[in-house]
């Protein structure tokens, strides 16, 4: 079964400019995150949808942050204009979680974003 | 208070020997709890989840404290393969909210 996919693996970018992630989760699942994953930390959500409605963005800079699930599947995850505190890596993972409490998290191998 | 906190380490333990991590969550209403490990650059993957009665996997042992709020993790016989971080996880508000400590990093040696 393939896993979750993820791209770009890499990005350096400069401040102010944007940059696009995008995420193919398992295929089925229908629950897909991201997470920002700074350096020494564990990972935060910015956003989490099922199928293509969102259920918590509480976190999510809506000011220069935007994602978009498009038919329940794919997912992209934009940034503009970036700042050089969004260095991190951005982790996309997803879940076939239907009933609260079960399923684990399924990750990419993540987009490591560099701004200089 | 963040949501759940951890020792962050480093560990540093020789290898056979049994170390435990504590991590503890500040909402009561959290429902599932689990342990996350993550390899040096690579994505987090679920170790085992924690349940109430407590939990075995082999040589890592879990346990749910749903009074003090805290979950734990045991490591017997230390492996040089366990050296990772350990990320504690909580879900709440009706299992969709998945919330991650920042991790406990542990190295072991040989």
């Known amino acids: 079964e393939a896993g979750v996919a993820q791209s770009p693996r890499y990005k350096i970018i400069e401040k102010r400019q944007s940059v696009a992630f995008w995420c193919n989760p398992i295929?089925?699942?229908?629950?897909l995150y991201w997470y920002q994953q700074i350096l020494g930390q564990g990972p935060k959500l910015l956003i989490q949808?099922?199928?293509?409605?969102?259920?918590?963005d509480s976190q999510l800079p809506k000011d220069r942050f935007s994602a978009e699930r498009l038919k329940g599947v794919d997912s992209t995850l934009k940034i503009q204009p970036a700042k050089l505190e969004d260095s991190a890596v951005y982790l996309c993972?997803?879940?076939?979680?239907?009933?609260?409490?079960?399923?684990?998290?399924?990750f990419g191998e993540g987009s490591r974003l560099t701004v200089l | 208070r963040k949501e759940v906190e951890q020792d962050p380490g480093p560990f540093n333990v020789p290898e056979g020997a049994t170390v435990a991590f504590n991590c503890t969550y500040s909402n009561s209403a959290s429902q599932s709890f689990f342990w996350y490990r993550q390899d040096c650059r690579k994505e987090p993957k679920l170790l085992m989840s924690v349940y109430s009665s407590g939990n075995e996997d082999g040589r890592f042992t879990a346990q749910l404290n749903r009074a003090s709020q805290y979950i734990s993790l045991l490591i017997r016989d230390s492996k040089l393969s366990d050296s990772a971080t350990y990320l504690c996880?909580?879900?709440?508000?009706?299992?969709?909210?998945?919330?991650f400590g920042a991790g406990t990093r542990l190295f072991v040696k040989a």
């Open positions: 993972a997803s879940s076939d979680r239907t009933v609260p409490n079960t399923g684990e998290l399924f």
């Open positions: 295929s089925g699942h229908a629950t």
């Open positions: 949808f099922q199928n293509n409605g969102v259920v918590d």
């Open positions: 996880v909580v879900d709440y508000t009706g299992g969709f909210k998945t919330i």
